[in-house]
């Protein structure tokens, strides 16, 4: 049911997403699609790489390049004091990623309801709960790689696209 994306590491990223975001949530992602966890995985699945896809875009485009270089290196650069589900709440590294990845929720969340024929109203509040999980991972992700990661390559690192480990 696992469905490749664009290639292991991105299946990875959202494998890390998916195990951050527990069982519980996607029950209530599942309850807000009507669907079951299968359902709910493929919707993370979809959702997580067009938020992938979305970041990348925001890296490349010239307006936006700074903010999120900017925010990649808060991410890597700083030692967050809390570990898993406590920095949910944008504390600790999750300002200025926080921000660019609310930024880019509505137009992800948008681009799986046309895919997915899914209310863009109902795609939105899944993302909505999603956008804190990817913080996390990302955040992690960081943690995990402090040393090895150049501003150019960071946020390649982050998403999976330039890991080698």
Not at 66 to 79: M, N
Not at 145 to 156: R, V, W
């Amino acid at each position: 049911m696992k469905s490749s994306v664009s290639g292991m590491s991105e299946s990875s990223f959202q494998d890390e997403v998916l195990t951050e975001l527990g069982d519980d949530r996607l029950q209530e992602i599942a309850g807000l699609l009507g669907t079951d966890a299968g359902g709910a995985q493929e919707l993370v699945g979809s959702s997580v790489a067009e938020l992938s896809g979305e970041l990348r875009q925001a890296a490349a485009e010239p307006a936006s390049a700074d903010e999120v270089r900017a925010a990649v290196d808060e991410v890597t650069s700083t030692e967050p004091p809390l570990q898993g589900v406590a920095t949910l709440g944008g504390l600790a590294a999750g300002g200025l990623m926080a921000g660019v990845l609310g930024k880019l929720a509505r137009p992800a969340a948008n681009a799986v309801a046309k895919r997915t024929g899914i209310p863009p109203a109902t795609v939105n509040r899944a993302v909505d709960i999603l956008v804190p999980v990817v913080l996390a991972v990302l955040t992690k992700r960081a943690a995990t790689k402090k040393g090895g990661g150049t501003p150019a390559g960071g946020l390649g690192d982050l998403l999976g696209g330039g890991a080698k480990k």
